[in-house]
């Protein structure tokens, strides 16, 4: 059994055979998939792929505003995701959220505040947050810790403090140096490994999924994108998570079925644990 825990399989890349697609990951064992919405906010593209997920037992949804789209983050904006994600169980994440400093699709100070502000959603709904990040690294670590960090104001704040940070969120598609992974884990973080992994230039990457605990590790495939070797060049599709997973074990010294088990039982205590998607007590 297998979860890919950053798909997007609500676009037209699917259109015309999702069932299909969502059939061949049953058949493969991925039991469970996290669709990510993504897009202009304004759009309709967020309720989109929330249907996607009160149609499937096996899909589960998140919402956010990705760093390509900052610029469209607005109070508007703000309000329109809020409500979606108060009216659906089915949204267990905000997300993706963070900065890519690779394109410029937003100005970089935009996509800082914008990351700042949807956090801070993130955790007055008592979501975990998925996070994109690409060259950006030192900015993206600084703000997490910023404003997900440990207050050690008082027992009771750094009870809840921690708390929160057990299942503060996931760093998605890391690419990512060791250093970099092992500051997350210590803010509470999980990290989540796509096709990349499977790339033979990939060998950094590959060393860094060797160190760290399995038990912080997920699986994704960020489908259509990075599609796993031997599909590479193909459309990706979720069922082609066990690749990754294949991957992630050899490089473990175990089994496939254990990295399946093992990031499930991750997959269900990060986003899955009692209380996600409520609001906390004042
Ligand atoms: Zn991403
Ligand atoms: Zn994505």
Same mark, same amino acid.
């Given at each position: 059994?297998? %979860?890919?825990?950053? +798909? ?10 999702? *069932? ?6 049953? !058949? *493969? ?6 669709? %990510?919405?993504?897009? !202009?906010? /304004? ?6 792929? #929330? $249907?996607? *997920? ?14 390509h789209d900052a610029k469209l983050?607005?109070?508007? $904006? ?23 400093? /690779?394109?410029?699709?937003?100005? /970089?100070?935009?996509?800082?505040? #914008? ?7 993130? &955790?007055?709904?008592?979501?975990? #947050? ?13 703000? @997490? =810790? ?26 998605? +598609? ?27 230039? $990939?060998? !950094?990457?590959?060393?860094? $999924?060797?160190?760290?605990? @399995? ?7 960020? +489908? ?7 599909? &590479? ?7 082609? #998570?066990?690749?990754t997973a294949k991957y992630l ?9 254990? %990295?399946? =088990? ?6 269900? &205590? ?13």
């Amino acid at each position: 059994m297998f %979860v890919d825990s950053h +798909c997007h399989i609500d676009g037209p890349e699917y259109d015309a055979d999702r *069932a299909e697609v969502i059939a061949r990951a049953r !058949d *493969a064992g991925v039991t469970t998939m996290l669709n %990510v919405g993504t897009g !202009d906010p /304004h759009s309709g593209a967020f309720e989109r792929a #929330v $249907a996607l *997920a009160e149609k499937h037992e096996s899909i589960y949804g998140a919402i956010g505003v990705h760093p390509h789209d900052a610029k469209l983050f607005d109070d508007a $904006a703000e309000d329109r995701l809020i409500n979606l994600a108060k009216q659906s169980a089915r949204v267990i994440a905000w997300g993706e959220i963070g900065l890519d400093y /690779h394109y410029d699709h937003s100005p /970089h100070d935009v996509q800082r505040e #914008v990351f700042r502000r949807q956090l801070r959603i993130a &955790r007055s709904l008592n979501l975990p #947050v998925v996070i994109h990040s690409r060259e950006a690294d030192d900015d993206t670590i600084a703000i @997490l =810790r910023e404003e997900m960090g440990s207050t050690g104001v008082s027992p009771v704040s750094q009870a809840q403090d921690a708390r929160a940070t057990s299942r503060a969120g996931v760093l998605h +598609c890391f690419g990512g140096s060791l250093n970099m992974a092992q500051q997350a884990i210590d803010l509470g973080f999980y990290i989540s490994f796509a096709g990349n992994l499977t790339f033979k230039k $990939a060998t !950094d990457l590959q060393a860094t $999924a060797r160190t760290l605990p @399995l038990e912080r590790l997920l699986v994704e495939t960020d +489908c259509p994108y990075l599609t796993p070797v031997p599909f &590479r060049g193909k459309r990706n599709e979720p069922a082609r #998570v066990v690749e990754t997973a294949k991957y992630l074990a050899a490089l473990k010294g175990v089994a496939a079925e254990e %990295v399946g =088990r093992i990031t499930s039982a991750n997959f269900a &205590r990060l986003f899955l644990a009692d209380g996600a998607g409520e609001t906390p007590p004042a």
